[in-house]
């Protein structure tokens, strides 16, 4: 729509002087108006009273006629006036006026033009009928002189706009001869005129609007000014035309202006350069539910629904700025409160002198359009039964995944999922049961599995779950376990308890495949042999996965018997002072006897232990039975301490200081015997949580040591904020000295920073002589390590005891 146009041509280039008022005062004047009452700007004529342009005895009547116009009655449309300068001088004006609606609002528009000239050679015609011949030969505008109701003479201009040879072919005319035969009203232009001249001949003057002819037929509309003179002592009329079609063509311009701004479907708001606003249309009102009146000279930002930040704003006013457009979205708010999206564009309008005059904002509310969309792109990617993400949605998302992944070289498994005698229970129960079953294996699924994984039915009941993240396919096998678990709680349908089980095959990328259709293909393989090895179970597409799972598993049963069954062991390793060879204390480090395998690792066990929670009896199992033997030894008189590990999942059991309390007083072993190592990790997880915990622990007289010291991302400055005694510097450090450089200057640096925080240092696994002379001459406190001892079953500790210097 091209308001912007329409505003601008009407207010600024015209060269009729143009003003609007509402209530009596300008609301927008032209340059021609300004200029005509001899101001430098139209902005200096907004907001003054319009009656101040006219000579101060004319103004009651101007008034009078404004009023009447502004209220709706039909009064003459150009009349004149005398018009006042701002210099006080005063001149003839002709004025044009019409009323017109524009947003709600009843304007005036005045089309204003300085008759002088005119009046003047009138008035000197009675003086100098010479002068005035010359004058009427002479003027730009068709004259003619009227005697008997008949055109007798003419001047130049009148013969050239109605396109005839020369002057004599209009002598002796009636004017309705050069006419149509009937006005725009319907009155006959005969009858018409002739009433007209008569008029004038008893009033003096009179000004219309009237259509003539061209020779060629051709319309045009033309304002005729009618004025009663004496010439050669014979009433006449003095009769000048004006051709009016541009007026015309404006005023049809603005007319259609006004109707579109009225009657767009959208809304539109017009405001000045700082942003208050100066009219709005009906479609505003009707999207933001604020009437004219309620925004008119507030700014925009009554609609702001703080749906976007700052910054938003300041991009939009730089581009406002630079390209003199804006478009986009933006959320708004309605009167009632509600937000709503509107698609937007603002367009700078440009005043006389180039420079941004205007704002013109055209929106239109899309909230319902876009919620649509939103809906069509959800029933796009969904199920409609279950809400999961369906077989296009889970394309995409195992796409994405895949691409993370090889750039962060991550693992992605992707589970097949089955269900098992599915069939059966569709057909007994009815699909309607069918699909509540459904649509409670979906519910289960997702409540087994972390937000960031993805749950996608396929259709039917197959059902696919994208894992991303894990650091080992255990993990992925306990995802796997856990989902059938929870599948196999029976749930009722019909009435009745029914059991339901599934059969899951698991690929995982990138060893099972490069991408998402080959990975889904080998999914579905293994959920295969899952079926075949009797449903209900899962099975990963590599063979030698399968196994590690398996024995991952098995693992885990078995290590839940370990614990009541007398399978586990603690060993202990010294921790020797450097200076004086003395026993600093032993670590007491877990084994597990296996019965059928023999000794496993506690690296092996640890890990899984934490993940199943078997970690909490496990730990509790460490510490009774650290404390048993501290007694024992002690009773012998020995001043002996012991440390032990905990994990990061046992250090944040809220019930560890009370039960470390409870096994100290049951076992008689004062805190000061007891200490505790805890990875930098376990330190680092929670820190707020961490403090409170360790300074219960110190109330105990517990001793806290920073294990594997190094290999985390803390620093010994941040260590420091938590009540710790000591760290131990982590064997990977340890191992290369004193050759490796590197390591070499770590180990300095974090002795150094040590002794400045007055913690106390150990060396973990210092095997050789070489390591243990650079570590006393780097001034490190204690050592621990095979060059001292492996850590040793307790009957064999009182041996050590014995040898040891
Ligand atoms: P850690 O706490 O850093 O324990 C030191 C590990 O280094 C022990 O391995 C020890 O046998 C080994 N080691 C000591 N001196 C040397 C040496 O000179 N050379 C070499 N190559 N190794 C040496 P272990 O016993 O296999 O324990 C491994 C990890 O298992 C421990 O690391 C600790 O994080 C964890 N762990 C052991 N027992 C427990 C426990 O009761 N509870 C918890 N939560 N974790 C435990
Ligand atoms: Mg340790
Ligand atoms: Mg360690």
Redesign the pocket.
Known sequence: MDVNLTIKGLFDTAIDAICAHRDGRIIVANPAFAHLFGYDSADDMAGRPVIDTLAPEERPRIAETIRRRSSGEEVASVYTATGLRRDGSRFDLEIGASAFVLGGERYCVAVLRDISEAEAAKRHLVESEERFRNLFKMSPDPTWIIQDNRFIECNRAAVAILGYPDEDSLKNVHPSELSPEFQPDGESSFAKAERLMGMTMANGLHRFEWTHKRRDGSLFPAEVTLSAIQLQGKPSLHCTWRDITERHQAEAQMRLAAGVFDSTQEGIVVTDINGNILSVNPAFTRITGYAGCEVIGKTPSILKSHHQDQNFYRVMWSELRSKGEWRGELWNRRKDGEAYLEWLTISAVAGQDGKPARYVAVFSDVTELRRKDDQIRHQAYHDALTGLPNRFLLADRLDHALEVSRRTQDQVAVLFLDLDRFKVINDSLGHHEGDKLLVEVARRIGQTVRKSDTVSRLGGDEFVVVLGTFTDTTEVALVAEKIIATLARPLRLAGKAVHSSTSIGIAVFPQDGEDAAALLKNADTAMYQAKAAGRSCFRFFDRSMNEHAVRRLELEAQLRQAIDGNQLE??Y?PKVLVETGGLAGF?????WNHPEQGRI???EF?PL?EETGL?IP??YW?IEEACRKLAKWRKGGADIKVA????AR?FHDEKLPQRIEAILQRTKVPGSALEI?L?EGAVMDAPGRTIVILQRLRALGLRISV??FGTGYSSLAYLKRFPINAV?I??SFV?DLPDDAEDAAIVRAILDLARALNLDVVA????TVEQLDFLRRAGCGQI????FS??LPASELDEWLRKAP
């Open positions: 603690l060993h390793q670590e007491a480090l877990l084994r690792p506690p690296m640890i232990a970690i496990l730990s460490v032990i590990n905990l994990s046992q190592e990875t294990d594997d131990k982590d064997r191992m973990e696994g210092v095997e621990q390590g095979y060059y492996q850590p």
